[in-house]
């Protein structure tokens, strides 16, 4: 079994790279360079925040409605338990357990994501 060679350009530019003769980078135009600072330094007008509710509310209504959710299976499941068989009873057990532990693993990653950004945002404020 023959190896691959290496593609030409490629290995060309990996030997000027170990080198360190490879070409310099293009010199920007001076007039390039000033409209690109003119540019930065013109003030901009921010785009107003979007109406409407923002992500961290579109989560907890999200994380209401489960909770709601699973309370009512709670409910329903305690409300049918004394005429159930136990097969009935240990599949519904298991069917609310499965429920309770989606929502619960959806809070532990909404929770984090809250904090995590949280402390993005305070580092970011420190840093200014």
Known sequence: MTPI????????????L???SGAAPPAVAPEL???FES?????????????????????IQNQQS????VQAGAQKFLDDAP?????????SGMALSHSLAMVNMK?????SLTQGSNKSLQTLLKNQ
């Open 5 to 16: 060679a290496p593609i030409p350009p490629v290995d060309e530019a990996l030997k000027a």
């Open 18 to 20: 170990a080198s360190g």
């Open 33 to 35: 360079r000033q409209q």
């Open 39 to 59: 540019l930065m330094q013109r003030p901009t007008d921010a785009a107003p925040p979007p109406a409407g509710p923002n992500a961290l509310a579109a989560v």
């Open 66 to 69: 489960d909770i709601d959710q």
């Open 83 to 91: 005429n159930m068989s136990s097969m009935e009873i240990v599949t």
């Open 107 to 111: 809070m532990q990653v909404a929770t």
